[in-house]
């Protein structure tokens, strides 16, 4: 701080302010402490508005970072909101739809299950009237298997008779003598049999007579028809 020298004079009795005076060795003085103190201060003003630039820096980047996150905050809240907003429909249509299943259960379990109770001892009663006359149509149902079976082979027997009767003689003929069981007795067959082994000898017979006079004819350089029989 400056000194200075003050000369005090006394005022009068009226109360009238002090006078102050300065002496030009102190005014130099106090010149030149003010220029230091100025510089001082602008040093100082200089110093404090880089630091204050920096730090408004800072500041104006953690703002930024600051005003970024607010909106991925944002984003997430809205995002969060939505999907509490989907939760909570989720959630009330599965109350709704519990209750009603609740109500529907207590319905069938004052309705229906009685009746499910009567229609199962009525159940049980003809499944036990069913056990027991459960052997006798087995029975019958055995008879009437064999019934069938015999019903079914003598209409096979009569399409077999039909088909043989409507078939021509010499169809008859070619399967009873040929075939190894014929449609017809055994009697029928064996008599069909050996007239046909007879008749093929007596063709075999004439047929080796009628070679036996070619071959001698041939022999005797006879003409063809003449002396054929002798």
């Known amino acids: 701080m400056s000194t200075y020298s003050y000369q005090r004079v ?24 003010d220029w230091q103190e100025e510089r001082v201060v602008k040093f ?18 953690q703002a930024a970072q600051y005003e970024f996150q607010m909106k991925e905050l944002e984003s ?18 599965a109350s709704t739809g519990i209750k009603r299943n609740y109500k529907r259960a207590e319905r069938a379990l004052h309705s229906q299950i009685p009746a499910i109770e009567t229609s199962l001892d009525e159940s049980s009663n003809t499944l036990s009237e069913l056990a027991q006359t459960l052997p006798k149509i087995r ?23 039909l088909t043989w009767l409507n078939t021509s003689f010499h169809e008859r003929w070619r399967r009873t003598i040929f075939m190894p069981n014929p449609p017809v007795s055994g009697r029928w ?16 017979t ?10 001698r004819a041939y022999r005797h350089k006879l003409v063809w028809g003449e002396r054929l029989m002798s």
């Open 189 to 204: 067959k064996a008599f069909m049999r050996f007239l046909f082994t007879i008749s093929f000898l007596l063709c075999c």
């Open 76 to 93: 997430q809240l809205s995002q969060s909101l939505s999907n509490f907003r989907a939760i909570d429909s989720l959630f009330k249509e």
């Open 139 to 161: 029975t019958q149902a055995k008879d009437i298997r064999v019934v069938y079976d015999s019903g079914r082979e003598k209409a096979q027997s009569l399409v077999m008779d």
């Open 44 to 61: 100082e003003q200089s110093v404090s508005t880089s630091k204050l630039e920096t730090a408004l820096k800072k500041m104006s980047k």
């Open 206 to 215: 004439v047929v080796w007579v009628g070679l036996g006079g070619a071959y």
């Open 10 to 33: 006394h005022q009068d009795k009226k109360n009238q302010p002090l006078a102050v005076y300065r002496s030009p060795d102190n005014s130099a003085r106090e010149n030149d402490v």
